[in-house]
């Protein structure tokens, strides 16, 4: 198979619509947008279920925010099931494993749990509000859960939340989230995004505020975390503004890729296999404004990027061995995308 399909949340000012779906070509890179789907609003994020059977999709919409659920057993076509109070305001991120959907509410600095069964989403079945604020009062005058991640093993979950300059670690059961450790950040850092190493002892967090990437211990028995190492995800000659926004590792953990707003390019470090630690190798200029979101492809071979402000979908090639990207021609004209997912990841 020479073709990917990838679905694009995009806000939805002036009519624009929530999900695009595209063709990919693995070979070429070249992209073609093959349909559309208008059954959410402002879909800020999207992740498509472990068994490949579903799409979900949170919609910041006015109001109480909204998980949405598509049947995804045609790639090509999402058929829009039902959706769910996400149980807060301003949804922006889902993780999944086999049968459960977590949901970060920005807003209201809380997450909903969520159960996927019978081809249908169900309501919450847990949810966790977080409290407090930090140093920065534009941004941390309250909670902001902004993202979360399942352990390897699925007992845990670690939400990033960026109003509290905190890593909340909950115990995952059939009924609820129970809090076991809470690791507090510098105050201004704005946890956003994060990711676990292959092994899943390593996490890799990136904080939007203070445009840094901290490295952590992370205890699979327990559930704690130790920090190990925290570095600037900019050239140290840059002096504007800039925010951390998306953060993913390549499938043989060997290079993270770090995409920052505002100087408009894409970190890349290089992740020593023994320790976990890293050095950055390159700066790579994204050839957008506002470089939101990026995914690598399947075969790790490419990388997209969404730029939120500039309107396209920027096509990169990947150096699986050196980890370096080089800027392709291939791109797409999509408005205001947000969020990139890749159907067979």
């Known amino acids: 198979?020479?073709?990917?399909?990838?679905?694009?949340?995009?806000?939805?000012?002036?009519?624009?619509?929530g999900i695009k779906v595209v063709e990919f070509d693995v070979i070429t890179g070249q992209l073609k947008e093959i349909a559309s789907v208008a059954d959410l609003p402002d879909t800020s994020f999207l992740a498509v279920s472990k068994d490949k059977n579903?799409?979900?999709?949170v919609s910041e919409c006015a109001g109480e925010g909204q998980l949405g659920c598509f049947d995804i057993s045609k790639p090509k076509l999402p058929i829009f099931i039902n959706k769910q109070s996400s149980m807060g305001y301003s949804p922006c991120h889902i993780s999944l494993n086999a049968k459960k959907a977590f949901i970060s509410n920005y807003s209201s600095g809380s997450v909903g749990a969520f159960s996927l069964s019978g081809h249908t989403l169900s309501p919450a079945y847990a949810h966790v509000q977080h409290q407090g604020q930090s140093s920065n009062l534009e941004r941390q005058e309250s909670a902001h859960a902004?993202?979360?991640?399942?352990?390897?093993?699925?007992?845990f979950l670690v939400v990033a939340d960026l109003g509290i300059d905190a890593l909340k670690?909950?115990?995952?059961?059939?009924?609820?989230?129970?809090?076991?450790?809470?690791?507090?950040?510098?105050?201004?850092?704005?946890?956003r995004h994060l990711t676990f190493g292959p092994k899943g002892d390593r996490l890799y967090l990136g904080n939007e505020l203070s445009n840094e990437v901290s490295v952590f211990e992370f205890d699979v028995q327990?559930?704690?975390?130790?920090?190990?190492?925290?570095?600037?995800?900019?050239?140290?000659?840059?002096?504007?503004?800039?925010?951390?926004?998306?953060?993913?590792?390549?499938?043989?953990?060997?290079?993270?890729?770090?995409?920052?707003?505002?100087?408009?390019?894409i970190c890349v470090f290089e992740v020593e296999p023994f320790s976990g630690d890293l050095k950055v190798i390159a700066f790579t200029?994204?050839?957008?404004?506002?470089?939101?979101?990026?995914?690598?492809?399947?075969n790790q071979q490419w990388l997209l990027v969404a730029h939120q402000d500039s309107n396209y979908l920027q096509v990169f090639k990947r150096d699986i061995n050196s980890g370096l990207l080089i800027q392709?021609?291939?791109?797409?004209?999509?408005?205001?995308?947000?969020?990139?997912?890749f159907y067979s990841l």
């Open 169 to 191: 670690v909950y115990q995952v059961t059939e009924q609820q989230l129970d809090l076991v450790f809470t690791a507090t950040m510098p105050a201004g850092s704005g946890p």
């Open 222 to 265: 327990q559930g704690s975390l130790r920090l190990l190492q925290t570095l600037s995800s900019l050239p140290n000659e840059f002096n504007g503004e800039s925010l951390i926004a998306e953060v993913a590792l390549s499938q043989d953990g060997k290079f993270l890729y770090v995409s920052n707003r505002g100087h408009d390019s």
């Open 1 to 17: 198979m020479n073709k990917e399909i990838l679905y694009l949340g995009c806000y939805t000012p002036e009519g624009n619509v």
């Open 146 to 155: 902004h993202a979360s991640k399942l352990s390897i093993d699925g007992r």
């Open 285 to 298: 200029n994204t050839g957008g404004k506002t470089p939101r979101h990026f995914a690598l492809s399947p």
């Open 328 to 341: 392709t021609s291939n791109k797409l004209e999509v408005k205001h995308a947000v969020c990139v997912c």
């Open 54 to 57: 579903y799409l979900l999709a």
